[in-house]
């Protein structure tokens, strides 16, 4: 079983991996040097790519966030819905889940 002290390792190392990708995401959609037309749609299209990169990253963080609070006030790995306890290979799979397998739909 891994222990509550390891979990919330795991989950800050992701939190400040997510943090500098989204950045670095920042920082390229800052950058522009397009000078005609067709850079300009190219650039676009991929601007579009990263900034579902960067929400998707977000959700993770709010989750994440979400996850070391429950640590924090004793609650973390029950179900945030009835209370059952978490199983530890879901936990293994998904560190910042709130939910047991019953209620993860």
């Given at each position: ?23 670095a ?23 579009e ?16 966030d ?10 973390y ?29």
């Amino acid at each position: 079983m891994t222990s509550t002290a390891k979990r919330k390792l795991q989950l800050e190392t992701r939190l400040a991996d997510l943090t500098g990708r989204i950045g670095a995401i920042g920082r390229e959609l800052g950058e522009h040097q397009a000078k005609d037309w067709e850079d300009m749609a190219t650039e676009r299209e991929s601007d579009e790519v990263l900034e579902s990169m960067g929400v998707g990253a977000q959700q993770e963080i709010r989750a994440i966030d979400a996850a070391l609070k429950r640590i924090t006030a004793g609650d973390y790995g029950s179900c945030v819905r009835c209370g059952a306890d978490i199983g530890e290979a879901r936990l293994d799979l998904l560190p910042f889940t709130p939910f047991c397998k019953d209620h993860a739909s």
